[in-house]
């Protein structure tokens, strides 16, 4: 039966969309009892309420769109660093460990050169020094020549750094004209896909363009290698293992993403302040962004740049041999073969005593 007009007075009728855009399915329920199933032709209404079930529709999937990577990404980072921590366990198969049960890897490197012997526990002044000379080596370090590596330890003792040495080193690299070039090209991609349309377009588009671009990365490096790092204790820098199976270096790298070393303890817990610093990062631009988003985008962001961070460290990792084998210079300045040797005698100690068990 079919129905052209509304329902009769005290009649409830629901609406929902049919199979196609100009028939409805509706329920008509009369009295306590009685219901009678039916569908009605087009009326100006119901054609209004299909206009409304249309956007409905558009809405939810731009609601799926908006927070299908923040799942994906929550979900990369929490099965991340359980991934990588398995390559610690014992090959006799031990419990799971847990952050602070992670091994202070990379082992311990020491070199005449650029580690000196640790200083007295009671002379903070001393361990001061010791960071700045570390850091004036670190400000040295690029990968290729051009990408810098200012974050980057070969030394696994390295002093502690103070909360105004993060700030300083976070600051350094984000001066480095390689920080400004990098979000010149990332401008020149975005207006090739079209990306923010709102700035426009022309010279004031672009340099609006690679003005947010560079406040984006110059807004995270601070944050979450500077300003939280220095509140919570948490050091930045990447420490590079170097020693290894390929596996297992590729892991832990990726792992760093996620997990670093307290300043005090030495021991690993959870990166807030990397993944703090990306998400809070991603908050602020919605301050010069023409179209700001909401806040499940702003986490879906935030992680899915802590997520492409971890190449950054695999590439960090691997950048030393890579560069031995290409251009026959070594970066880590012999540290790698100290920590290599060292490792590979500890896997023949360890050899040895599961023979004579």
């Not at 731009?62 to 921590?85: E, Q």
């Not at 300043?263 to 179209?291: C, F, K, M, Q």
């Given at each position: 039966?079919r129905?052209?007009?509304p329902?009769?007075?005290?009649?409830a009728?629901?609406?929902?969309?049919?199979?196609?855009?100009?028939?409805?399915s509706?329920?008509i329920?009369?009295?306590?009892?009685?219901?009678e199933?039916?569908f009605v032709?087009p009326?100006p209404?119901?054609?209004?309420?299909t206009?409304?079930a249309?956007?409905?529709l558009?809405?939810?999937?731009r609601?799926?769109?908006r927070?299908?990577?923040?799942?994906?990404s929550?979900?990369?980072?929490?099965?991340t660093?359980?991934v990588?921590?398995?390559?610690y366990l014992?090959?006799?198969g031990?419990p799971t460990?847990?952050?602070d049960e992670?091994p202070d890897?990379?082992?311990?490197?020491?070199s005449p050169?650029t580690a000196p012997s640790?200083?007295?526990?009671?002379?903070p002044q001393?361990?001061?020094d010791?960071?700045?000379q570390?850091i004036k080596a670190?400000?040295?370090q690029?990968v290729a020549?051009?990408v810098?590596s200012?974050?980057?330890?070969y030394?696994n003792?390295a002093?502690?750094?103070?909360p105004?040495?993060k700030?300083r080193?976070?600051?350094r690299s984000?001066?480095d004209?390689?920080a400004f070039?990098?979000?010149?090209?990332?401008?020149?991609?975005g207006e090739?896909?079209?990306d923010?349309p709102g700035?426009?377009?022309?010279?004031r588009?672009?340099?609006?363009?690679d003005g947010?671009?560079?406040?984006?990365?110059?807004d995270g490096?601070m944050?979450?290698n500077?300003?939280?790092?220095?509140?919570?204790h948490?050091d930045?820098?990447?420490?590079?293992l170097g020693?290894g199976t390929?596996h297992h270096?590729f892991?832990?790298a990726i792992a760093?993403?996620f997990i670093?070393?307290?300043?005090?303890?030495g021991?690993?817990?959870?990166n807030?302040?990397n993944?703090?610093?990306?998400?809070?990062s991603g908050?602020?631009?919605?301050l010069?962004?023409p179209?700001?988003?909401?806040?499940g985008?702003?986490?879906a962001?935030?992680?899915?740049?802590t997520?492409?961070?971890?190449?950054?460290?695999v590439l960090?990792?691997f950048?030393p041999d890579?560069s031995?084998?290409?251009?026959?210079?070594?970066?880590t300045?012999?540290l790698?073969?100290q920590?290599?040797?060292a490792?590979?005698?500890?896997?023949?100690?360890r050899?040895a005593?599961s023979?004579?068990?």
């Amino acid at each position: 039966m079919r129905r052209a007009f509304p329902p009769a007075k005290g009649t409830a009728a629901s609406f929902r969309p049919g199979c196609t855009s100009d028939i409805y399915s509706v329920t008509i329920s009369a009295g306590k009892d009685k219901q009678e199933s039916a569908f009605v032709a087009p009326h100006p209404h119901g054609m209004a309420r299909t206009e409304s079930a249309k956007r409905d529709l558009g809405e939810s999937m731009r609601l799926r769109d908006r927070y299908l990577p923040l799942i994906v990404s929550l979900g990369f980072c929490l099965a991340t660093p359980s991934v990588a921590m398995a390559a610690y366990l014992p090959e006799s198969g031990a419990p799971t460990a847990s952050f602070d049960e992670i091994p202070d890897a990379p082992a311990p490197q020491t070199s005449p050169s650029t580690a000196p012997s640790p200083p007295p526990a009671d002379d903070p002044q001393t361990e001061h020094d010791r960071a700045e000379q570390q850091i004036k080596a670190q400000e040295k370090q690029r990968v290729a020549g051009i990408v810098p590596s200012f974050n980057v330890s070969y030394i696994n003792n390295a002093a502690t750094l103070s909360p105004g040495q993060k700030i300083r080193l976070a600051f350094r690299s984000q001066i480095d004209p390689y920080a400004f070039g990098i979000a010149t090209i990332v401008t020149g991609i975005g207006e090739l896909k079209g990306d923010n349309p709102g700035y426009g377009w022309g010279a004031r588009g672009f340099f609006e363009r690679d003005g947010a671009a560079y406040l984006d990365a110059f807004d995270g490096n601070m944050i979450g290698n500077g300003f939280l790092p220095a509140l919570l204790h948490q050091d930045p820098r990447y420490f590079r293992l170097g020693y290894g199976t390929i596996h297992h270096r590729f892991l832990y790298a990726i792992a760093t993403s996620f997990i670093c070393k307290h300043d005090h303890t030495g021991r690993w817990e959870p990166n807030i302040s990397n993944v703090g610093g990306n998400i809070a990062s991603g908050a602020i631009s919605n301050l010069y962004y023409p179209n700001g988003t909401g806040i499940g985008h702003t986490i879906a962001d935030g992680m899915t740049v802590t997520a492409e961070g971890t190449f950054g460290g695999v590439l960090q990792e691997f950048w030393p041999d890579i560069s031995r084998r290409l251009f026959h210079k070594d970066p880590t300045n012999g540290l790698d073969a100290q920590a290599q040797d060292a490792y590979r005698r500890r896997q023949a100690e360890r050899k040895a005593q599961s023979q004579q068990q």
